[in-house]
């Protein structure tokens, strides 16, 4: 029971006056107070030298209030105003993300940071066992036709009378991957007029027996897919990696609407970004509502009847090899029904060697 003060000690904070409020744990010697002030009641301790706060203080940059952690995320920390415990005109949610004290956010400008691997991606075919024309089947069987390896090596071996193995394929088809990526590069999209927007969404593989999420942005007016990323769980960190890498291969992709779905990561990443999350950003909450990301679910469709094929992945570069030559093939090899016949990068005006066929232009940037 709290009891009044003979010797007035003021709260240090407001100047109210206090009362008796125990004592600090394990320091009986030192009197703790507690200010009277309802709006206050701050608790003190006079003579105890104050703890060093580890992370600052921030006022809300929408209301001013002051705001306090409401979740710990792996490479920093986000904020929530403390009004958002009133119900009258004070209330306010925002939401804020921090990084920890002295560093900064992971944010990834490759996919191809988000693996590791020591695979050599260049192709010597000086030093290979087979010939040029035996490599160039099975990598179309397993690139255009996204066959298995075990599939690709009978294939070799009853028609074309070629024993390949099915491991043989499987690091062809990896450093095949890795070669596209690092001679094509990402397609970049120009500035155009019109309504256009992009969608932005996340579905899970398999990898020997764990889940995979792989995150992929399509911008609507090319129907191009911008970026990829795979990533062990959903969270701000990779949506934000996701987001970073379209914005960097296309820059004017960062002043046009982005559609997503009701992950709270995606408006998170977007805000950490400089994204104006407010005018541009559009969180669809159905399937019949305008606009939403129909066309971004039914690429997940046409992806994973694909992966089916393989039975689940075992490793991440195997996933990732995958992903990246679908979105290869669907970028530069393969054309758009959509677009009436040409890729997306023919449509963009992305200027590539003159082939007879894709295929041939295809091993070119082996």
Known sequence: MSKNLKESVLCPLCGSGTYLWGHPAGERHLQRYRCKNPQCLRQFTPGKTLRPKKYPKMPCPKCGGRMGIFKFLSDGYRLRCNNHIHKDDRHCNHKLNVPLPGKSF????????????????????????????????????????????TEVSNIMRELF???????????????????????????????????????????????????????????????????????????????????NIAFNSSPCLKNIQAVTDGLWSYGSALNDLGFNVDKHHKVYRGFFERPNNNRRERSWSTLKVKARRFRGFKSDLGLWSFVTLQVYLHNYFEPNNRLGGPTPAEASGTKLPYCHSYWKLFLKFL
């Not at 691997?117 to 255009?144: D, G, H, P, Q, R």
């Not at 991957?177 to 969608?199: D, E, F, M, Q, W």
């Not at 932005?200 to 990898?207: A, R």
């Open 161 to 243: 009378g070629v024993a390949i193995s099915h491991d043989t394929v499987t690091r062809w088809t990896h450093k095949a991957a890795l070669n596209i990526h690092k001679n094509l590069g990402l397609l970049s999209v120009p500035k155009t007029r019109g309504r256009r927007r992009t969608l932005t969404d996340e579905t899970v593989f398999w990898v020997r027996g764990q889940k995979r999420w792989v995150w992929m942005t399509k911008e609507s007016r090319f129907d191009s897919e911008q970026s990829w990323f795979i990533s062990p769980r959903r969270s701000t960190e990779y949506a934000r990696s996701n987001f």
């Open 106 to 149: 992971k944010i990834a400008k490759d996919p191809i940071e988000c693996i590791e691997t020591e695979l050599t991606a260049k192709f010597s075919y000086n030093k290979m066992s087979f010939a040029n024309s035996s490599i160039s089947l099975a990598l179309y069987f397993a690139v255009f036709r996204s066959l298995p390896a």
